[in-house]
C-alpha cells in the first residue's frame, strides 16, 4: 500500500475520515488540508460533526476509517506493513502536546490558581523546570490580558476571563497546531469580542488553527479558508469571500440566510 500523498506545506491533512457513534454515523468521508500559518473556519448546523472532526484531530476520538496527519505525523496509529495498529497512550498524549485544544467549556481546574493552570501541563507532560513554566506562563497571561490574574482561581474570572486562561493553557505547550472548539459559545454576548480579539491576534502571529464557530464575522475577517459541514459531510470550502458572500451550493446559501 502506497503512502498517501501529502500536499505541500500542510499541516493537517484529513483524508477519507468517517466516524460512528453506533448506529449513528456523524462523518462520512471527510477530506480537509490546512497548509501551515492558515486559519481554517468549520462552520455548520448542529448535528454536522464539526466538533467530531477536531476531536479526532487529535485522536479524542478514533476514526473509524480514514488517515488524519499533523505535521506530517500520523494522528494516534502507526504504520505495520500494509495495517495501521494504535499508539500506545503515552505516545498518543505526546502527539497532543503538539496539538493544542480549547474547549468551549474551559476546561480549567478549578482547584489551581490561573497561573498553576498553565504550569501543570509543561512541567508534567514536557518535564520542563517550574522556573522556566512561570516565566512562561506569566507571559502568556500578560499576552492575554490577565498578567493581574496570576494567583486567582478559575471561579474568581468571567467566562471570557476563563477562556483567555485556557488559551494561554493551550499556548504554554508551544503547540504546532491549535484547534477551538466553539470557544465562545459558552459565553454571554459582551464577552465574545475580548476572546476572538486573542484569537485574531494568534491569527496575525501566523498560529496555524482550525476554528469551529458560529461567527460569521470572525470568520470574514480571520479564516484564510471558510469550510462549510453539514450531515458529516464538507459541503464546500474556499476563501471567506466565496464560501460566505457567493456559496455555491444550495444547503450553504440556506445555512447563512438563517445566520446572517
Known amino acids: 500500500m502506497?503512502?498517501?500523498?501529502?500536499?505541500?506545506?500542510?499541516?493537517?491533512?484529513?483524508?477519507?475520515?468517517?466516524?460512528?457513534?453506533?448506529?449513528?454515523?456523524?462523518?462520512?468521508?471527510?477530506?480537509?488540508?490546512?497548509?501551515?500559518?492558515?486559519?481554517?473556519?468549520?462552520?455548520?448546523?448542529?448535528?454536522?460533526?464539526?466538533?467530531?472532526?477536531?476531536?479526532?484531530?487529535?485522536?479524542?476520538?478514533?476514526?473509524?476509517?480514514?488517515?488524519?496527519?499533523?505535521?506530517?505525523?500520523?494522528?494516534?496509529?502507526?504504520?505495520?506493513?500494509?495495517?495501521?495498529?494504535?499508539?500506545?497512550?503515552?505516545?498518543?498524549?505526546?502527539?497532543?502536546?503538539?496539538?493544542?485544544?480549547?474547549?468551549?467549556?474551559?476546561?480549567?481546574?478549578?482547584?489551581?490558581?490561573?497561573?498553576?493552570?498553565?504550569?501543570?501541563?509543561?512541567?508534567?507532560?514536557?518535564?520542563?523546570?517550574?522556573?522556566?513554566?512561570?516565566?512562561?506562563?506569566?507571559g502568556l497571561l500578560d499576552r492575554v490580558g490577565l498578567a493581574d490574574k496570576a494567583d486567582a482561581y478559575p471561579k474568581q474570572l468571567s467566562g471570557g476571563q476563563q477562556q483567555r486562561v485556557a488559551i494561554a493553557r493551550a499556548l504554554a505547550l508551544e503547540p504546532r497546531l491549535l484547534l477551538f472548539d466553539e470557544p465562545t459559545s459558552a459565553l454571554d454576548p459582551e464577552l465574545v469580542g475580548e476572546v476572538l480579539d486573542v484569537i485574531k491576534d494568534l491569527a496575525h502571529r501566523g498560529t496555524t488553527m482550525i476554528v469551529v464557530t458560529h461567527e460569521i464575522g470572525f470568520a470574514r475577517e480571520v479564516a484564510d479558508t471558510v469550510v462549510f459541514m453539514d450531515d458529516g459531510r464538507v459541503v464546500e470550502q474556499g476563501a471567506p469571500g466565496d464560501v460566505l458572500d457567493r456559496p455555491r451550493h444550495e444547503r450553504t446559501r440556506t445555512f447563512l440566510s438563517k445566520v446572517l
Open 2 to 138: 502506497s503512502a498517501p500523498t501529502i500536499p505541500a506545506s500542510a499541516m493537517v491533512d484529513i483524508k477519507s475520515v468517517y466516524k460512528s457513534f453506533g448506529s449513528l454515523e456523524v462523518l462520512k468521508g471527510v477530506d480537509l488540508a490546512v497548509r501551515t500559518g492558515e486559519v481554517a473556519v468549520i462552520l455548520g448546523p448542529s448535528g454536522s460533526g464539526k466538533s467530531t472532526l477536531l476531536r479526532t484531530i487529535n485522536h479524542l476520538e478514533k476514526v473509524d476509517r480514514g488517515r488524519i496527519r499533523v505535521d506530517g505525523s500520523l494522528i494516534g496509529y502507526r504504520r505495520s506493513g500494509d495495517r495501521l495498529r494504535e499508539l500506545p497512550e503515552r505516545e498518543i498524549l505526546k502527539q497532543r502536546t503538539r496539538i493544542g485544544f480549547v474547549f468551549q467549556n474551559f476546561n480549567l481546574f478549578p482547584h489551581l490558581t490561573v497561573l498553576d493552570n498553565i504550569v501543570e501541563a509543561p512541567v508534567s507532560a514536557l518535564k520542563r523546570p517550574r522556573k522556566d513554566a512561570v516565566e512562561t506562563a506569566r
